[in-house]
């Protein structure tokens, strides 16, 4: 409720908070804010009625104003400290009015002015915020307070001034955050989304929504917050992996590592969460990350679906793949699953900061080339000819036309075009496959530096092998193609090609992406050509109605729970039907 509209209620205005705040740029009435804050947590019974209010108010300033140093200095963690403690340890009291809410805006208070002043995080370390942070984390209230716990803990490990005062609890810190960024999806589903409107505790549903629209709501609204449960227990993960510590606690588990390559940021989740690809990214600079990834062919997989996608941390997922590429303890346990995925991306050129990508990959692909060790690999002839198609295209071609004339390449770019030509005409009739041929044909002849050429013909061949029932050819296809566009990840064509392919893979967030990609092109390009509304083409907005259904978060939690439930329910009816068909046997046996 906002302050104008609260009525003072006290006898005395030195009792008010809200009269107090009127006061509050005079040095008396910091003097009484200060005073006030002090005394909070052990307000009489008869002033609990207003606590809540108190604290709401507190909160809208903490989330409009959180550079505002007046209360940080009177405080205000001090306040919040108390009241966290309080909750936790007088259930007789949390339950008392609306104390109930108490603990969430506490810890929520603290986070807002953590976020982004390295001063208040100190003010906050030494008023003793982290005990009963750790109790919230520890999940002594529910996954709304856990949420925001680590939220808070997540701002003051980000700081060299305050992240001992973290790492005090260190073990268990990481211990907790990886549960909760592995289980929180499942726990949130199970607690509240998955659960009938009246069985939901109310003041989930009353912070969730503030009292606006139905379950719908409250059902997104959970989704936000669960994936800010992940993505701030991931954060907090960091906190600790950037700077060497607990590596060895967060690689133990293959399964966490599992989970942490299928926790996607970027566009799918939002513009400022990584995922869990940063923390991937941070354990392979770091030789037991890199031996602990390295075992776990899954994630290899992960990382090279992201170095192929069109996300925004593309790069992440490559410059894991080259790290543990680079390193002759990995190297072997990697280069069978990452050549594939590699060798698309051999003509990249620039994402984002990061300049001659493709040619990185190229070193790394073919650093041993002439000196493989032929022993340490399975499948042998599928990675010879992923480095004899790089070494061939990168090194002995470049090689060749650097000594060409520019009338010769030209004549070669000529030639090239006529062969695209036939194998258009070709697709054209439906000879699908006599035109993948010449399109082959015509990326053999066209010289590497008539990149947009290419990416067209690979765009088309790319389409034959969709149509050929050859997926996994269609998205190495694209995928070259997207490569050789300009910027990288926006030729439309081969968007919504590989699109299609990913789907028939059943690869629904890559999928998804694409075609968000395709989307989003599309729009920008025909926005420039006419000052028309756009028209989102039905077939995309089909895909990703489809997708988004398939890349629900909680879809995996309510699967689990749906077979949890199917299972007890066989094990309930076979009790009962063993007693309907034991019963005429036992009395048999008693009349012989």
């Known amino acids: 409720m906002p302050r104008e509209q609260i009525n003072c209620t006290k006898q005395s205005s030195n009792n008010c908070f809200f009269c107090i705040m009127k006061e509050r740029?005079?040095?008396?009435?910091?003097?009484?804010?200060?005073?006030?804050?002090?005394?909070?947590?052990?307000?009489?019974?008869?002033?609990?009625?207003?606590?809540?209010l108190v604290v709401s108010e507190l909160w809208k300033i903490a989330m409009t104003r959180p550079d505002d140093e007046d209360l940080p200095?009177?405080?205000?963690?001090?306040?919040?400290?108390n009241l966290i403690e309080k909750s936790i340890h007088d259930k007789e009291w949390l339950i008392k009015n609306q104390n109930i809410y108490i603990p969430y805006y506490a810890a929520h208070i603290i986070g807002s002015y953590t976020m982004n002043e390295a001063r208040f995080a100190a003010f906050a370390v030494e008023s003793g915020v982290v005990p009963p942070l750790m109790e919230l984390l520890r999940g002594k209230m529910s996954w709304v307070e856990q949420r925001v716990a680590v939220r808070a803990l997540g701002h003051l490990a980000s700081y060299e001034e305050t992240f001992e005062a973290v790492a005090v609890y260190e073990e268990e810190v990481v211990e907790l955050a990886m549960r909760l960024a592995s289980s929180c999806l499942e726990d949130v589903y199970n607690m509240f989304v998955g659960m009938p409107k009246r069985?939901?505790?109310?003041?989930h549903c009353n912070l969730l929504t503030r009292g606006v629209g139905g379950a719908e709501m409250e059902n997104r609204k959970a989704e936000e917050w669960a994936r800010q449960l992940q993505c701030w227990s991931v954060h907090l993960l960091n906190c600790f992996a950037v700077k060497e510590r607990s590596l060895g606690l967060i690689c133990k588990s293959q399964d966490f590592l599992k989970d942490l390559s299928e926790m996607w940021g970027g566009v799918l989740v939002n513009h400022t969460s990584t995922g869990g690809i940063e923390l991937l990214r941070?354990?392979?600079?770091?030789?037991?990350?890199?031996?602990?990834?390295?075992?776990?062919?899954h994630v290899v997989e992960n990382l090279c679906r992201i170095s192929r996608s069109s996300d925004d941390l593309q790069y992440m997922g490559i410059d894991c793949l080259l790290l543990l590429l680079k390193d002759p303890n990995t190297?072997?346990?990697?280069?069978?699953?990452?050549?594939s995925s590699l060798v698309d991306l051999i003509e990249l050129k620039n994402i984002g900061n990061r300049k001659n990508v493709g040619e990185a990959i190229t070193k790394a692909l073919v650093c041993d080339?002439?000196?493989?060790?032929?022993?340490?690999?399975?499948?042998?002839?599928?990675?010879?000819?992923?480095?004899?198609?790089?070494?061939?295209l990168k090194i002995e071609r470049r090689r060749r036309e650097k000594v060409m004339t520019s009338e010769k390449l030209m004549g070669k770019r000529v030639i090239s075009k006529l062969v695209k030509q036939q194998g258009n005409r070709k697709f054209s009739v439906g000879e699908i496959e006599e035109a993948a041929t010449k399109y082959t044909e015509c990326l053999e002849i066209c010289p590497l530096r008539y990149r947009s050429d290419r990416a067209v013909v690979y765009s088309n061949r790319a389409r034959c092998h969709l149509l050929l029932n050859g997926p996994d050819r269609a998205i190495s296809d694209a995928t070259r193609a997207l490569c050789l566009s300009c910027p990288p990840n926006s030729h439309a064509n081969s968007l919504w090609i590989r699109s299609q392919a990913y789907d028939i893979k059943g690869m629904a967030k890559e999928s998804l992406m694409d075609c968000l990609m395709f989307l989003n092109v599309c729009t920008k390009s025909k926005s420039k050509a006419d000052n028309?509304?756009?028209?989102?083409?039905?077939?995309?907005?089909?895909?990703?109605g489809k997708q988004m259904e398939s890349t629900w978060i909680f879809r995996d939690a309510r699967l689990k729970a749906k077979e949890s439930t199917e299972i007890n329910g066989k094990r309930h009816l076979k009790s009962e039907l063993s007693t309907i068909i034991e019963e005429p046997f036992a009395k048999q046996l008693e009349r012989d």
């Not at 009484?32 to 002033?47: H, T």
């Not at 069985?199 to 003041?203: F, G, L, N, Q």
Request: some cysteine; charged content about 30%.
């Open 199 to 203: 069985k939901r505790m109310d003041y």
């Open 282 to 297: 941070i354990l392979c600079y770091a030789k037991i990350g890199r031996a602990n990834v390295s075992k776990s062919k």
């Open 369 to 392: 080339y002439n000196h493989q060790n032929s022993k340490k690999i399975k499948n042998l002839d599928h990675v010879q000819r992923g480095l004899q198609e790089t070494w061939g």
């Open 25 to 52: 740029d005079s040095s008396t009435g910091k003097t009484s804010i200060k005073e006030y804050l002090k005394g909070i947590s052990s307000l009489d019974d008869d002033d609990d009625d207003d606590l809540i």
């Open 73 to 81: 200095s009177l405080g205000i963690f001090q306040c919040m400290a």
């Open 532 to 544: 028309f509304s756009v028209r989102i083409p039905y077939y995309a907005v089909r895909m990703i």
């Open 331 to 339: 190297r072997y346990e990697v280069i069978e699953v990452a050549t």
